[in-house]
């Protein structure tokens, strides 16, 4: 067994990433135990079901109701929303040994630092995923596209953690990389999540699609990352102003796509305000970026959202 | 008679403002003609009713179906939505002789420039209106606050034709005063228009009250305010930044208040996007301001408005 195996994990969190990640982990010989509430019955019973690339995987899972009865692992998964990071402070806890890792799949900045600066930093890994999932019923999740995960060490290079979890997800038919610079990564990825996530619930409704297809939206959405760039810089990530172009570019074969965020908002769920676009212009601004129009979609997406 | 008398009026766009001032002048003996369409018939049968303080006054007015009916007039009172001025083209020369002059009633900037530029600089005069009105049935107006209107001749300070209709609109019982910085005063009240009326609709049902009470939005009102001071400044019009304070604080004891374009939204009605948002942001870059907020907010409500 390779000494960086990731050993016992859980999943904290089951939603479609959660259950996805670790399912397949599970499926692969991995010994994941899933915190689960409302799928929790069908899943004892039935396991998972996760349909990919047109197989349907079965999943014996292992589900349980409290952290109590999962008891100490080697390696948590955190898959909350991050709108419910207060809920880890009563959740970690008893899923902790003195070497536990921590690794969360959340979307945005300040969950690393959540979780390091009440657990140590040292323990604390990120994973940035891109992929498409749908829960289509309880227990079951259907796997639409992508899948790639980045997973990084927090404040510093990949280590050995990092390394072994990124060989067990390979293992388990997962396309996965360690990154070096985990928060580098973070803001890539923002710096198409804040303009396009944001305007499609600012503008009502608006796929990427209609964004882009609207001449001012689309300079504004370019404006954002120009902003985001700016920030990220100041903050020591070098990321070139072609980043930027090439985001847009790459956005026009998405056509109708309906951001994350978007979704959460037209079904009344929490958005990752905070996370996505709270964080950002806070650790911006600190470091002495002008960041006017992040600051007015921020006070706009507070306001309209749950 | 007064030499500077407005003369004959033409009232175009009888909506709550025009058939207010324009029924209130009817009301005092002026020759006031009224281009009517869907309260024509309604009208011509039993008059114009305008309840104010606590009065019912009934108007004898004179409505036509027709510019050409009217015939040229010696004043014409536009008081279309500034949405509508492309039908100005059509409507305003049948009602026109040589020395016809023209009062925009309008919201925002540009409706000078667009009278102007057509029918000469020299005829026209602008009014701000700092009134609440309610057209509550067909022919039937209830003026429910305020009503003082500020008057000016456009690019040059108050003439003779500005005293001529403030003298007769004081006869007729309103509060009104004559203003020779027509433009200022115009970005005066965009200050407010612009942060209160555009969150109103961005926050997506925002109360000045909603606005206030949310510290994020209200400091963005406020910066919002300090873009437009900016770019009136640059623009010549020398107005302090307590001004943009002092607005902020009187607009506490408003609560609830929906502000107009948020009405026109919510009743699916064209919002003056162009008056009151495109055209400062275009006059303020012209130049030299920096208006990032102004653009976001501006390319937002575009898109979210019919």
Redesign the interface.
């Known amino acids: 067994m390779n000494p960086n195996s990731p050993g016992t994990i859980a999943v904290v969190g089951s939603g479609a990433v959660g259950c996805y990640y670790g399912g397949m982990l599970a499926h692969a010989g991995g010994d994941v135990r899933f915190l689960m509430r409302a799928d929790l019955e069908k899943v004892r019973r039935d396991g998972l079901t996760i349909q990919t690339r047109g197989e349907t995987l079965k999943v014996a899972a292992r589900a349980s109701a409290s952290v109590e009865e999962i008891g100490p692992v080697d390696l948590v998964i955190v898959a909350l929303k991050a709108t419910a990071n207060a809920a880890l402070d009563a959740l970690l806890p008893p899923l902790l040994h003195e070497r536990t890792a921590l690794v969360t799949l959340q979307n945005g900045l300040g969950n690393e630092e959540y979780l390091a600066q009440r657990w140590g930093a040292e323990r604390v890994l990120g994973a940035l995923c891109f992929v498409c999932l749908n829960r289509i019923a309880p227990g079951v999740i259907e796997h639409l596209d992508h899948g790639t995960i980045s997973v990084g060490s927090f404040g510093r290079p990949a280590g050995p953690r990092a390394h072994g979890l990124v060989d067990a997800l390979q293992g388990a038919g997962i396309e996965a990389k360690t990154v070096d610079g985990l928060v580098e990564e973070r803001w890539r990825k923002l710096l198409w999540n804040i303009p396009f996530n944001g305007?499609s619930i600012?503008?009502?409704g608006?796929t990427v699609g209609?964004v882009l297809a609207?001449e001012?939206?689309r300079?504004?959405a370019r404006?954002l990352m120009s902003e985001g760039l700016d920030a990220a810089r100041r903050l020591g990530h070098d990321i070139p102003e072609s980043f930027a172009d090439f985001q847009i570019e790459r956005s026009f074969s998405m056509g109708p796509y309906r951001t994350s965020s978007l979704i959460d908002w037209q079904l009344g769920r929490p958005v990752e305000v905070e996370a996505i676009w709270g964080e950002p212009l806070r650790q911006g601004t600190r470091a002495g970026a002008a960041m006017?129009?992040l600051?007015?979609?921020?006070?706009?997406l507070?306001?309209?959202t749950p």
Do not use: T
Request: glycine share 8%; charged share 25%.
């Open positions: 305007l600012a503008a009502a608006a209609d609207d001012g939206l300079g504004q404006a006017p129009r600051e007015l979609l921020y006070h706009l507070r306001k309209v």
